[in-house]
């Protein structure tokens, strides 16, 4: 290989390494937020009547969940993080007295948000939310593993970073001003003793089949019944 060639790739690498670094994130959320679908979908949102209403919210994992509940919307968009989600969240008015099921996480990882970035992202979630209901019960799902590797992350670290934000998730308390309560949704039942996702239940390596979204709709309602 000439000089050429060493000095372009060499330049390559520092340019890989300098986006997957500092830009990924933004641009990965940027995609999301210009795209028609997320858009298209977040201005339907936003012009619904949250009446007494339960609510759903969070990425593609969540958007097809279905509860056993009266009175419940599903407002999830694929694609969302945390970061994304406050923006949008910032524009809802809450009833008081509601629950809310909140599955998000995993794009944050998959978009190489930093583990300190998306445990400040999730505070700030729940802190607004906190600061637009009183009297209500915010349920918030542990993040899926994966069971599948990627061009810009690894099934591993990708899935050692999901197990870390457990922890910290089932750790968090919610210092609230409304006197609403926090209550951590456990998805122990998906992962093997690698701690990656159960293949079956994903045809992907990321979302849920339609055999996983029984089984994960069946955990969520019976966290209701059980509490």
Do not use: W
């Amino acid at each position: 290989m000439n000089r050429g060639a060493l000095i372009c790739l060499g330049l390559f690498l520092l340019f890989f390494m300098f986006y997957k670094s500092f830009l990924r994130t933004n641009h990965m959320e940027s995609t999301v937020l210009n795209s028609e679908s997320y858009m298209n979908k977040a201005k339907l949102y936003k012009k619904f009547k949250l009446k007494n209403q339960n609510v759903i919210i969070g990425d593609s994992r969540s958007v097809d969940l279905s509860l056993k509940k009266s009175n419940v919307i599903n407002l999830s968009i694929g694609g969302e993080t945390i970061n994304t989600l406050c923006q949008r969240i910032d524009n809802y008015n809450f009833d008081d007295s509601i629950f809310f099921v909140i599955g998000i996480g995993i794009n944050d990882i998959l978009f190489l948000s930093s583990k300190d970035e998306i445990i400040l992202n999730y505070y700030k979630l729940l802190n607004l939310i906190d600061s637009k209901t009183h009297n209500s019960v915010i349920y918030i799902c542990e993040i899926l593993p994966i069971n599948i590797s990627g061009f810009f992350f690894k099934k591993n670290s990708t899935n050692l970073l999901v197990n870390e934000l457990n922890v910290f998730l089932n750790s968090i308390t919610l210092k609230s001003h409304n006197s609403n309560t926090l209550s951590v949704i456990s998805f122990e039942f998906f992962k093997n003793q690698k701690y990656e996702l159960i293949s079956k239940y994903s045809d992907d390596g990321v979302h849920l089949d339609s055999l996983g979204l029984v089984k994960y709709d069946s955990i969520i309602n019976n966290k209701f019944i059980n509490e």
